[in-house]
């Protein structure tokens, strides 16, 4: 399993914006299907957004859809996560992960199906 690694969390008051980062130097992105999720205390690990290999389709969860974007800049081995209008409910440790495919466009939000993680970036959001 190759580390992912995340940045661009912090704290900030509601409706404003974060953008988190996901890259790795291990993994050739343009060969993965990418997503992120987030884990609040005490609930399960969500889908917020994934994107396929090719960067032509999407997916949010409802909850963020019309405030996130998610990206990818396979050049540069890196994925994006635009996060404007946040809200306090929006408050999580927020993954990236990694999914080896052979399709440009499946997506997948079930995380049991995700190969590489990385250890997180802390939102927080205050009203």
């Known amino acids: 399993q190759v580390q992912l690694v995340e940045s661009g969390g912090g704290s900030v008051q509601a409706g404003g914006s974060l953008r988190l980062s996901c890259t790795t130097p291990g993994l050739t992105f343009a060969d993965y299907g990418l997503a992120w999720f987030r884990q609040a205390p005490g609930k399960e690990r969500e889908v917020v957004s994934c994107?396929?290999?090719?960067?032509?389709?999407?997916y949010y969860v409802d909850s963020v859809k019309d405030r996130f974007t998610i990206s990818r800049d396979n050049a540069k081995n890196t994925m994006y996560l635009q996060m404007n209008n946040l809200k306090p409910d929006d408050t999580a440790m927020y993954y990236c992960?990694?999914?080896?495919?052979?399709?440009?466009?499946?997506?997948?939000?079930?995380?049991?199906?995700?190969?590489?993680w990385g250890q997180g970036t802390q939102v927080t959001v205050s009203s």
């Open positions: 994107i396929s290999r090719s960067g032509v389709k999407t």
């Open positions: 992960a990694a999914r080896m495919t052979e399709s440009l466009t499946l997506l997948v939000m079930d995380r049991r199906q995700y190969d590489h």
